[in-house]
């Protein structure tokens, strides 16, 4: 046992994720756990306890790639060796760090042998230490984009597949996949998503009594790891031993077609599209039975599988949360296995169930927005020249992404390997050796995600909501946008006497249409202090932004009193062109007789200046041009 680690059986609560571990380890064919909640609930504490009471797994040491033994690789020295014997080990447990290189994951050309021997000999990478064990990923609505399609592909296939430097190599790469997030953060993307089994929310108690506990366990952890780890053996022991027994069984476990007919059914009715929904609930449903001893399925481990596999998986709309109705789940449980209780038709059950929809639909129209209808997109027709993991923008010189050349550099951060190996043969092919003059560098282009900053005019009389219902579905529109490119997003409003941040940067489009759905309207316009925070906010950001504006530009709040408003705004506007800060300005002026303020303050910005009403037209792209540093 490793001392250091929290023992799995002493967490506190938290009974949803125990059980989705265990699950993963009963059927690692379930393809992992999706842990999502806020910092500080023992995501991670959790998923590195796990190893400690995984049943031990037969392997040959020293083997880089986990090979079963009786089928090893085809290219594993180490298993196809004469002598080679398999022994007792424990399950791999491999963190995949969000900084890692795409060849530090996939494997690459041994770089000291090839420059030894001129040999091309693969060098393993993380998802052939992670076979038949665990690959763990914190933050995973962090990763880059260049490495969620790798794991994508690993996924799919149980290969991973490296065509690189003049190699050609597959080898097996089956693993549970454990991610952790924090939704503030913001999502993943659905492709991925779906890859994950199972999914399970975690708070922290909201117990005084728990709360206690929680923290006087992990004083004793810290203060003495290894006689907290002995007091708790006991539990482990046994933890270790269910978990044996139900890995024998599972394949005894059966699941009727009536519980079959259910499965299908509740992944129709909460509209899941992927079929691998209905595959998972089978299997999880299994396990379940197997984790608690029997062979035979029934209706509530259909019900518990439902809750770990549906949420994540089920039809959403933009900025919903995942989750089931639990009243929902209870009800088409009760339709599916009771369609004719005490008389009542399904036909009459269903038709109350849709008034039932029609009624909780009616009351969560919580605040006014219009409706978006489409996805508004913001193009970008320029280079940046930071970079950060998106879609928005090109970036030059990105750390990752397609290689397009290579330079000369002698102390190369991102090494090509066949271009210095081809200017050391170049230069003396009798007597080979690479010297620094020989060393290149790659040079990539990637695409890279933008900070959005929206600063929202929510001044006005109470006449002015009518407005702020366009204002607000403009906004939705566009942050769905900047959810698909994986940007940034922070919200700035204005209204009364100040403007505020009303959202720090952030991944999570969800917290910037909570923030705005309870945006209250009304005030004077104090636009130059929105210029001010917005200029504040960018020059701390490392992104690269893009200002979206909206307003009628009637600016009568002077951040300096006897100061003019109006002036005050056109500074402010001049300093943030100066800086090179794209912008857009979506004019909210309405009426016969305009001013034309906006346009005015969109000058003074270098930006782009549309009417408001002018976002009707279907599939309008918004375009920034001008230089991004």
């Known amino acids: 046992m490793n001392h250091a680690t929290f023992p799995f059986s002493a967490i506190v609560e938290q009974t949803w994720l125990k059980t989705a571990l265990l699950l993963c380890a009963v059927d690692p064919s379930l393809g992992g756990v999706l842990i999502r909640g806020d910092k500080g609930t023992a995501k991670s504490t959790a998923a590195r306890a796990l190893t400690d009471i995984l049943p031990p797994i037969e392997r040959v040491a020293g083997c880089a790639y986990n090979c079963l033994p009786g089928a090893p690789y085809q290219h594993c020295e180490t298993c196809n060796a004469e002598h080679a014997t398999a022994q007792a080990d424990s399950v791999p447990f491999v963190t995949l760090p969000l900084g890692a ?6 494997g690459t050309l041994d770089l000291e042998q090839a420059l030894k021997g001129g040999q091309r000999v693969f060098k393993p990478g993380l998802l052939a230490a992670a076979h038949r064990g665990i690959l763990y990923i914190d933050e995973v609505n962090l990763l880059p984009d260049h490495l969620v399609d790798v794991l994508l592909d690993a996924a799919a296939m149980g290969v991973n597949s490296v065509q690189r430097e003049g190699l050609s190599v597959s080898h097996p790469a089956r693993f549970t996949l454990i991610g952790t997030m924090n939704l503030e953060e913001g999502d993943l993307r659905p492709q991925l998503l779906d890859r994950f089994g199972l999914m399970v929310e975690v708070t922290a108690p909201r117990d005084k009594t728990l709360r206690s506990e929680v923290v006087r366990r992990r004083i004793a952890f810290e203060a003495n790891p290894t006689a907290y780890a002995a007091a708790w053996m006991h539990e482990q022991q046994a933890l270790k031993h269910q978990l044996a027994t139900a890995q024998q069984l599972l394949t005894e476990v059966t699941l009727d ?8 059914h509740l992944c129709c009715e909460f509209e899941v599209a992927s079929l691998r929904a209905d595959i998972v609930m089978h299997k999880a449903a299994r396990a379940l039975a197997a984790l608690d001893g029997r062979s035979q399925v029934t209706s509530q481990d259909v019900r518990g599988a439902a809750e770990l596999v549906l949420p994540h998986r089920r039809r959403r709309k933009p900025f919903e949360q995942p989750g089931l109705d639990q009243d929902q789940l209870d009800e088409l449980m009760q339709q599916a296995l009771q369609p004719h209780d005490e008389g009542e038709s399904a036909a009459d059950s269903e038709q109350e169930h849709e008034q039932n929809n029609g009624d909780s639909q009616s009351e969560q129209q919580v605040f006014a927005a219009a409706s978006a209808g489409y996805v508004r997109k913001i193009e970008v027709d320029t280079v940046a020249n930071r970079y950060a993991s998106g879609k928005r923008s090109t970036a030059q010189d990105a750390p990752r992404g397609r290689v397009i050349r290579a330079v000369p550099d002698q102390n190369p951060s991102s090494l090509a390997v066949g271009a210095t190996l081809r200017s050391a043969a170049l230069r003396d092919s009798d007597n080979f050796q690479v010297t620094k003059n020989d060393l290149h560098q790659q040079i990539r282009t990637g695409r890279t995600a933008n900070l959005i900053l929206f600063v929202v005019d929510a001044s006005g009389s109470m006449a002015a909501q009518r407005r702020m219902e366009a204002v607000k579905g403009a906004v939705l529109s566009l942050l769905t946008d900047a959810y698909q490119q994986r940007d940034e997003v922070a919200v700035i409003s204005f209204r009364g006497a100040s403007a505020q941040l009303l959202l720090p940067p952030t991944r999570s489009v969800d917290l910037a249409e909570q923030n705005l759905r309870e945006l209250p309207t009304g005030g ?34 002077a951040l300096n009193d006897g100061n003019d408003p109006w002036q005050e705004s056109l500074r402010f506007a001049g300093l943030l062109a100066e800086r090179g800060v794209p912008a857009l300005v979506l004019d909210t002026e309405t009426g016969y007789l305009r001013l034309g303020k906006a346009r005015q303050l969109a000058q003074a910005l270098s930006a782009e200046c549309l009417m408001l009403e002018e976002l009707s037209a279907e599939n309008l792209a918004l375009t920034v041009r001008g230089c991004i540093k």
């Open 101 to 106: 290189t795409e060849d530090r994951v996939i």
């Open 257 to 264: 077609d009536a519980l079959l007919d259910l499965i299908s």
């Open 524 to 557: 004077r316009t104090p636009l130059p202090h929105a210029l001010s925070v917005a200029l504040e906010t960018l020059e701390k950001t490392g992104m690269p932004p893009l200002l979206v504006l909206l307003s009628d530009g009637k600016a009568n709040v």
